[in-house]
């Protein structure tokens, strides 16, 4: 239990340098290591699959997706963020995490959050028999994610186009 | 075991404090979308954690996958945005896109 809560402290700790650091690239690595010790809490809590999932899309594939993003987009000013704020985040950190205690103390006995019986069998019995429409719904985000980026990488190039441009 | 729950809960609510903080007071659209990684990176905590207090870890982690699935089509499609929006603007400041042009 010790062990976790250390870990849970190193998300927050790396999440918390990843929106405090100035530099785009060294804050996208803070929170792959961020997402690296989440899963690695996710595997000590008898999750193995999403562990992996974790530590290869969300700390590989995003990850490679920020750089490529920030190296695309080079900066030649950098943005002015306000000074004041940042005195501000103690103080509401702390109330903000008062206030869920509290409310969550409250809700304890009336959320019925995943209750009901445990489905029998592994893991790739409940996930392809009984959550198969989710992969559907999986398939076609994936879908739409893909048919986005390529409306938005489409080139303009063709008469007609200028034509309606102009 | 209500009581590692409510921890479990406690660093939850970190995570998505730290995300909607990032969400309200930065200018630059990159760390926007990390405040909004953040908050994902609490919410499958929140999921899987919950499963593991009530022992019913296999829909947690089913749910959790869709989930991730989602987080990246969104990231890919938000960044392609911000993509765009440099090419246009030359700047990545979240005030310059207030200006509203035909």
């Not at chain 2, 019913?56 to 960044?79: D, G, K």
Request: glycine fraction near 4%; include cysteine; charge should be positive.
């Amino acid at each position: 239990m010790i062990l976790h809560i250390l870990l849970l402290i190193a998300v927050v700790l790396f999440s918390l340098l990843a929106i405090l650091l100035r530099d785009l690239l060294k804050s996208a690595i803070s929170l792959a290591v961020a997402s690296i010790f989440l899963s690695i809490i996710f595997f000590m809590m008898n999750a193995p699959y999403i562990a992996v999932f974790e530590i290869s899309v969300v700390a590989g594939l995003i990850t490679v997706l920020f750089i490529s993003t920030v190296a695309l987009v080079k900066k030649e000013e950098e943005v002015k963020e306000s000074k004041l704020v940042n005195y501000l985040f103690p103080v509401f950190f702390v109330l903000f995490i008062i206030i869920d205690i509290f409310v969550m103390k409250s809700l304890i006995g009336r959320l019925c959050v995943i209750k009901g019986p445990s489905p029998l069998g592994n893991f790739s019995q409940v996930f392809w028999k009984e959550r198969t429409f989710d992969l559907i719904g999986q398939i076609g985000i994936i879908f739409a994610g893909v048919f986005a980026v390529i409306a938005l990488f489409r080139k303009v190039n063709s008469d007609k186009d200028k034509d309606n441009h102009e | 075991m209500s009581s590692h729950w409510l921890l479990y809960m406690g660093f939850v609510a970190a995570l998505i404090f730290i995300g909607l903080y990032c969400l309200l007071t930065m200018r630059n659209l990159i760390k926007l979308l990390i405040g909004v990684e953040i908050i994902a990176k609490g919410l499958s905590l929140a999921l899987i954690s919950t499963g593991f207090v009530r022992k019913n870890i296999l829909i947690a982690q089913s749910l959790t996958i869709t989930f991730i699935v989602i987080e990246v089509a969104v990231v890919a499609t938000a960044l392609a945005i911000i993509i765009n929006i440099y090419r246009h603007t030359k700047s990545l400041d979240i005030r310059k896109l207030t200006k509203l042009k035909g």
